[in-house]
């Protein structure tokens, strides 16, 4: 299998970790670069034990991301900051395909949104790929079957685990600030909360807060609906829906975040109805750091280069 050179930028966080161990095992895939400011000069290796090769992390600014012409860019930075490297990747090597983790074009109708499970149909072999968001991952998957049933606004609470507050130091990922404790925070106007209702096109409510374990996420939500549903029907829905797909799962119970953490599929299950058939809670999990971003990073990759879309993602 012909190899593409591939190269991340923002390498230290722990979305970065979890891409150069999928990137170690992908037949098609050689880890040309890894730009981080704080780890510049120190051996790969050294921080991960899925790379053996002697790559060093090097500090690279736009410029320096752009010469070295890598076929595929990942993006894996904070908010705001993608646009001087993408500017400078359009300059020199425009057919190189860049994947951007961060929210900075979510909402650009010139890149490709990359939920291939939702989105996959849309694909028209962009080069520019919008990772969507992990929160925004699992709400959309909990509504989009239901989506032309609803009758109100869906309303999600969210509860993730502090690695995906990143690595600045915060209260969000301050495990003595987390323990025996539930900490919520932008309760309206989440990002999350706007990326969803965009690409689903109706209006979502989310709740999200932060837990003290360390990765996976669950998302509760309730759905309005339009006309009465029986439980099995509105399963079928879902399997309907999801039918194929090796990265999501309907279960019948709702899922345990615990049991999805370091698992590359989402789970979602639950189907509580009212008693009038007009309501369901449906709960959905994922790891947040995989299926929420790097194992699906890793999909729209695969998609891009024409290999199987679950190359390199490990069977769970």
Known sequence: MDKRTIGIV????HTGAELIRLIAAHP??????????ELDGQRVAAHNDAYHGELRYENLDPAAVAAKRADIVILALPNGKAAPFVSAIDAVAPDALVVDLSADHRFDDNWYYGLPELTRDNWRDERRISNPGCYATAIELSVAPLKDLLAAPPVCFG???YSGAG???????DPEKLR?????????GHLHEKEASFHLGVPVEFMPHVAPHFRGL???TNLYLSRALKRDETIAHFRDAYDGEKLVRIVDDPPWVSRIA????AEIGGFAMSADGKRVVIVATLDNLLKGAATQAMQNINRAIGVDECTAIPPD
């Open 167 to 173: 690595t600045t130091p915060s209260d969000r990922n």
């Open 159 to 161: 509860v993730s685990g």
């Open 262 to 265: 370091g698992r590359h599929h």
């Open 28 to 37: 098609a895939l050689e880890l040309a670069f890894v730009s981080s400011r």
């Open 10 to 13: 923002g390498a230290r966080g």
């Open 218 to 220: 669950t998302v509760t």
């Open 180 to 188: 025996d404790n539930l900490m919520p925070y932008a309760l309206t």
